[in-house]
Nanobody
Framework: QVQVEEHGGGTVQAGESLRLSCVVSGRPLRGYGAGWFRQSQGKEREYVGAVSWNPVTTKYANFAKGRFTISRDDAANTVSLQMDNLQPEDTAVYFC?????????????????WGRGTQVTVSP
């Protein structure tokens, strides 16, 4: 059974960077699409971006374009989310999810496996 666990959350000041990691266990990451979502207090979970499998293609929500970068390392079974120039509105719990179809779908119901999330807090 495949599992994912997010790492790297924390508290930073506006303008700083964080790198989140999603570690996959139980099965190889190879073949899965991987997405990042976030959820702020009182709001619905929203799509951040995703990376597909074969071909490896990334897609991003508009707010993430130019600031966030998703990458995958299939040898290390890890998907990363590099976040630069963070702003207070980026404060949220960030989740990693896997899609068995290998896509970069933006809808949460396309993903079958989810991590528990990691908190990112950005102070002004």
């Amino acid at each position: 059974q495949v599992q994912v666990e997010e790492h790297g959350g924390g508290t930073v000041q506006a303008g700083e960077s964080l790198r989140l990691s999603c570690v996959v266990s139980g099965r190889p990451l190879r073949g899965y699409g991987a997405g990042w979502f976030r959820q702020s207090q009182g709001k619905e979970r929203e799509y951040v971006g995703a990376v597909s499998w074969n071909p490896v293609t990334t897609k991003y929500a508009n707010f993430a374009k130019g600031r966030f970068t998703i990458s995958r390392d299939d040898a290390a079974n890890t998907v990363s989310l590099q976040m630069d120039n963070l702003q207070p509105e980026d404060t949220a719990v960030y989740f990693c999810a896997l899609d068995e179809a290998g896509s970069y779908a933006r809808f949460a119901n396309r993903y079958q496996t989810w991590g528990r999330g990691t908190q990112v807090t950005v102070s002004p």
